[in-house]
C-alpha cells in the first residue's frame, strides 16, 4: 500500500517479498499492513492527544481560580473539548491500532480488507471533525454538550451526528481485526489464542457492547433533535449513555492490561505465571466490567435500590476480583522472568535492576502502580453505594478518571507508542534522556496533580464541571476558600504535567521527523530483556521453579492501602451523617 502521508518515509520498511518483516525485537513475522495501519491509526491518535492537551490547560488554569483563564460559560465549550478528545478520539483510535497489534501482529498474519480499514479511519476522522465543530461553534457557550449530553438540553444535532458517525466507524475498522480472528480459528480450529490476542478479543467484545450502548442513546436523540420523534424518557437516555459513557473507559482498561503484558514481556522478559488464570480474570471482565457503569447511576432515582445494591456488592466484586488477578500476574510474572536471567538478587533486585531508563518499561510500569493506588482503589470507593454519595458529584470524581486514564491508559499508551517508534517507524529518539525522563516527570506531576482533586473532593466537596467555586460557590454567599492551598499545589503541579504531556509530543514527533533511521536489528538491542524473550518460553525451565516473594511483599502493600483508604472513606461518612446527639 502506497501512501500519499509518506513524505517523511514513515512508512518506508524493509521487507520481504511476501510482504513480511521480522520484528528484531519481539521476533514476531510482522506484515507491511499491520505497521502501516498501527502508525495511521496511532499518528491519529497522537494529533488528537495534542489538541485535547491545548484545552486541558485552559481547564486547569480556569479550575486554579488565582489564575481563572475562562469566563464560566467559555469553561464548558473547553472542558467538553478537552473531555472528548482525550477521553474518546485520543484513546479509541490507539485502541484501534492495539486490536491491529494484538490480532494479526501477534498472530503472523497480514491485516485483511485494509480498504475497510481504511474507510473506518476515514469515518472516524470525519465524525470527530463533526463533534469538535458541534462543540466549539454551540451558542451560547454554557450549552455546550459536555460528555454526557443529557437530554432534554438543546444540543445541536450536529453533535449527536458526529458521535454517532465516529462510533460507525470505529466498528468498521474493527472488522479487519475480526475477520483475521475467524480466519484464525478457522484455519486453526484446535489452536489456543496467545494470550495478547486473547486479551485483545475480549477487549473488542466489551468494545461492540459499549458502541451499541452509544448508538442506542444517540440515535433516537439525534432524531427528537431533528423534531422527527417526540418527547422521549430522559432516565431511558441516561442508562443507554452510560453503556458507552463508561463502557469506553472499560475498552480502556481491557486494552491497557493487554499492552501491559505485551509489553512487559518484550522489554522486561515477563512470564505468564498461569495463562488459564489470566485467561480466567479476562473472561470476568467479560461478565462483570460493564456494570461498572453504574456508578454513574447510584443516585439515579429512575434506578431501584435492590439493582444498585447487587450492582455493588457481588457483581461489583467480580471485576474487582479479576483486576486483583492482573495486579498479582503482571508484577509476579517480571519477577520470575527476571530472576531466570539471574537479575533477582535479594528482595527487589529484579525490581532495581530493571530497564528504567527504557521509556517504554518506566511508562508501563508507572502505569501499573498509579492504575492500582490511585485509579483501582478510588474506583471501588466509586462503586460502593454509600461511598458513591460522598464522591459522585465532587472533584475526587475528576481526579479518579484522570488516574484511571490518564496515569493508568494513557501513560501505558505511550509506552507503546515509544515502542512503536523503535520498532515499526524504525526510528531513534531525537533525544535519549528527553525519551528516558518524561515517564518519571508526566507520571510524578500528573500523580500530585490527582490526588489534590481527589482531596479538595473529599475533605471540602468542591464539586465537579464548575468554573469557579473556591472564592464563592456561584448564587450563594458559601465559601470553599480553606481549599485554596491544595488548589494553589494543584495548579502548579497540573501545569508541570501538561508540560510532561508536551514533552511526550515532542519526543514522539521529533523522533519521527529527525530522528535517525534504525538501520538493523542491533540498533534496538536495547529493548530486548535481559537474556533473549526465547527464554520465556523454556519448557524445562518452569516460572513457578523462581520465588515471587519481592511481587507477595509489594501485594501486600498493595491491599494494606486498599484497606486503610476503604476505612479512611468510611470515616468520612461518619462525618457527614452524624448519627445521635
Known amino acids: 500500500m502506497t501512501h500519499k502521508l509518506d513524505v517523511l518515509g514513515l512508512f518506508d520498511n524493509e521487507y520481504r517479498d511476501d510482504g513480511f518483516r521480522t520484528c528484531s525485537v519481539t521476533g514476531l513475522e510482522v506484515h507491511r499492513t499491520i505497521d502501516n495501519y ?39 465549550t473547553h472542558l467538553s473539548m478537552h473531555a472528548w478528545n482525550l477521553l474518546i478520539f485520543w484513546m479509541v483510535f490507539m485502541e484501534i491500532a492495539i486490536l491491529y497489534v494484538g490480532g494479526p501482529m501477534v498472530l503472523g498474519r497480514r491485516l485483511p480488507i485494509t480498504m475497510v480499514a481504511k474507510a473506518g479511519w476515514a469515518v472516524m476522522v470525519g465524525g470527530a471533525l463533526l463533534v469538535n465543530y458541534a462543540i466549539w461553534t454551540t451558542e451560547p457557550p454554557n450549552e455546550a454538550p459536555l460528555l454526557t449530553a443529557y437530554v432534554p438540553m438543546p444540543i445541536s444535532p450536529l453533535f449527536y451526528a458526529g458521535a454517532i458517525i465516529f462510533i460507525l466507524g470505529t466498528v468498521v475498522a474493527a472488522l479487519p481485526f475480526f475477520v483475521t480472528m475467524w480466519y484464525e480459528k478457522r484455519e486453526n480450529p484446535g489452536k489456543t489464542l496467545p494470550l495478547v490476542s486473547f486479551a485483545a478479543f475480549v477487549t473488542s467484545i466489551i468494545a461492540v457492547e459499549a458502541l451499541v450502548g452509544g448508538l442506542f442513546a444517540f440515535v433516537p436523540t439525534l432524531f427528537w433533535r431533528l423534531e422527527m420523534i417526540e418527547w422521549w424518557d430522559a432516565a431511558w437516555y441516561r442508562q443507554m449513555y452510560w ?30 505465571v498461569s495463562e488459564k488464570v489470566s485467561r480466567t480474570a479476562f473472561i470476568l ?31 461489583f466484586y467480580g471485576a474487582t476480583f479479576a483486576s486483583l488477578i492482573h495486579a498479582f500476574a503482571i508484577p509476579a510474572g517480571i519477577e520470575a522472568g527476571r530472576r531466570k536471567r539471574g537479575k533477582g538478587g535479594g528482595l527487589f533486585g529484579w525490581l532495581t535492576s530493571a530497564p528504567w531508563s527504557n521509556p517504554v518499561f518506566s511508562s508501563t510500569i508507572f502505569s501499573i502502580i498509579l492504575f492500582g493506588f490511585l485509579g483501582g482503589i478510588t474506583g471501588v470507593m466509586m462503586g460502593q453505594l454509600q461511598l458513591n454519595m460522598t464522591w459522585h458529584n465532587t472533584f475526587a470524581t475528576v481526579g479518579h478518571f484522570h488516574a484511571t486514564v490518564v496515569l493508568g491508559t494513557t501513560v501505558a499508551f505511550m509506552g507503546l507508542i515509544f515502542f512503536v517508534i523503535r520498532t515499526m517507524f524504525m526510528r531513534q529518539y531525537i533525544s535519549e534522556r528527553l525519551a528516558s525522563i518524561q515517564p518519571f516527570f508526566y507520571s510524578a506531576a500528573m500523580g500530585v496533580a490527582v490526588l489534590m482533586m481527589m482531596y479538595v473532593g473529599i475533605l471540602y466537596g468542591v464539586p465537579r464541571r464548575t468554573a469557579e467555586v473556591v472564592e464563592n460557590i456561584p448564587g450563594t454567599e458559601f465559601s470553599l476558600s480553606a481549599a485554596s492551598p491544595l488548589f494553589a499545589v494543584f495548579g502548579i503541579f497540573a501545569l508541570l504535567a501538561i508540560a510532561g504531556g508536551v514533552l511526550f509530543v515532542v519526543v514522539a514527533v521529533g523522533s519521527l521527523v529527525f530522528g535517525d533511521r534504525v538501520e538493523n536489528g542491533e540498533e534496538n538491542a536495547d529493548l530486548v530483556a535481559d537474556g533473549g524473550l526465547g527464554m520465556a518460553q523454556d519448557p524445562d525451565d518452569p516460572v513457578h521453579a523462581y520465588e515471587m516473594r519481592g511481587t507477595f511483599v509489594l501485594c501486600l502493600v498493595f491491599l494494606a492501602a486498599f484497606v486503610i483508604t476503604y476505612l479512611l472513606n468510611w470515616y468520612l461518612l461518619t462525618q457527614l451523617w452524624s448519627i445521635g446527639a
Open 285 to 315: 471482565y467479560l461478565f462483570f466490567i460493564n456494570l461498572g457503569a453504574a456508578h454513574h447511576l447510584l443516585s439515579d432515582p429512575a434506578v431501584s435500590t435492590g439493582w444498585r445494591l447487587w450492582n455493588t456488592s457481588y457483581a
Open 243 to 272: 453503556i458507552i459513557g463508561h463502557g469506553t473507559q472499560q475498552i480502556n482498561l481491557v486494552a491497557m492490561i493487554a499492552v501491559w503484558y505485551f509489553l512487559t514481556h518484550v522489554v522486561a522478559g515477563a512470564e505468564v
Open 38 to 76: 498501527v502508525k495511521l491509526f496511532g499518528l491519529t491518535a497522537v494529533i488528537a492527544l495534542l489538541f485535547g492537551g491545548i484545552f486541558a490547560f485552559t481547564v486547569a488554569m480556569t479550575r486554579w481560580e488565582v489564575v481563572g483563564l475562562l469566563e464560566p460559560a467559555d469553561f464548558y
